[in-house]
């Protein structure tokens, strides 16, 4: 299946997803909001792929935004729906069962680090810069920015930069911890294949497990996430992969996880 504004290409385990608009700067119109939430569909439809990276055409940027050509025709009624559409399709993403890494190779600002911020780690390139420029547009982020932000920065820092609309570059945005590695560009999708593999390699139930309690647990205190976790462990040793990986490491082999669960 071929998609207008995106690339998605499959090798071994690892889905691609490559934002395609690069004389836009990968920037987020409907039509491409759209086809990422296909994507979305496909991926979770496929239990061959283990990873989904994300990425943005071109070397100049990962995504620059919502596409401010489209919102500044919209009504108040349009512009709401796209922000809510938007928030779906990116809390769907953030669900995902699988790790989705993004590769930031550029330009991430508006509904471009928000998208980034909805995958579960982001590696850039220093090249990268980050930022909700939104207010210098007379707008807010609509796709979850003000959220995620906070709660990954804490709400003191995402306001310095939502209220002023600073961009970062990729080490600052290291330093508050919104990037966990940086590369040299050239170096990155490398980089980010070779973490990819090894969390491919890993037990699906065991992953998905660690995913669950980590996002679910994070909108609870900790007793309910202890909870959670509990039940995600107990469900853990449900599988052929728990069996698997306490055996091999018993027979000092490696584990050879096939991702299902006993009966
Ligand atoms: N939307 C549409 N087109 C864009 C966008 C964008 N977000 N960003 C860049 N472009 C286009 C430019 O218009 C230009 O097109 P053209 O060649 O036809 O003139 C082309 O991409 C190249 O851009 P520049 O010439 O500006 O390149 P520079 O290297 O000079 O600057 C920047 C690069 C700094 C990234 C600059 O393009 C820029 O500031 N872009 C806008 C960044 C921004 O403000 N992003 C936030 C957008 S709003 C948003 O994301 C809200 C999300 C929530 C929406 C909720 C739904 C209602």
Do not use: W
């Not at 690069?22 to 409907?30: E, V």
């Not at 489209?70 to 009624?77: G, H, R």
């Not at 069962?97 to 330009?107: H, L, R, Y």
Request: hydrophobic letters at 45%; proline letters at 3%; aromatic letters at 6%.
């Amino acid at each position: 299946m071929t998609y207008k504004h995106l690339i998605y290409e499959v090798e071994e385990t690892i889905g691609t997803l490559t934002f395609n608009r690069p004389k836009a700067l990968n920037a987020l119109n409907q039509e491409l909001i759209q086809e990422l939430g296909v994507v979305i569909d496909r991926v979770e439809a496929d239990p061959d792929i283990k990873v989904l990276v994300l990425t943005g055409a071109g070397n100049k940027a990962f995504v620059a935004g919502a596409d401010i050509s489209e919102l500044a025709e919209m009504n108040v009624l349009q512009a709401k729906q796209f922000s809510q559409i938007g928030q779906e399709t990116f809390s769907r993403l953030e669900s995902l069962t699988i790790p989705v890494i993004a590769a930031v190779n550029g330009f991430a600002l508006g509904g471009g680090t928000e998208v980034a911020l909805a995958c579960d780690f982001i590696y850039a390139s220093e090249k990268a810069v980050f930022g909700l420029p939104e207010i210098t547009l007379g707008i807010i982020p609509g796709f979850g920015g003000t959220q995620r932000l906070a709660r990954l920065v804490g709400p003191n820092r995402a306001k310095e930069l939502i209220y002023t609309g600073t961009t970062v570059p990729a080490a600052q945005a290291e330093a508050y911890g919104i990037v966990n590695r940086i590369f040299a560009p050239e170096e990155l999708m490398a980089g980010v294949m070779k973490t990819a593999k090894a969390m491919a390699l890993k037990g699906r139930v065991s992953i998905r497990a660690a995913k669950e309690a980590v996002n679910t647990g994070l909108c609870a205190d900790l007793e309910t996430g202890c909870k959670i976790e509990n039940n995600a462990f107990a469900l853990c040793m449900a599988s052929q992969d728990a069996k698997e990986g306490t055996q091999a490491f018993l027979e000092k082999r490696k584990p050879a996880f096939t991702g299902t669960l006993t009966k």
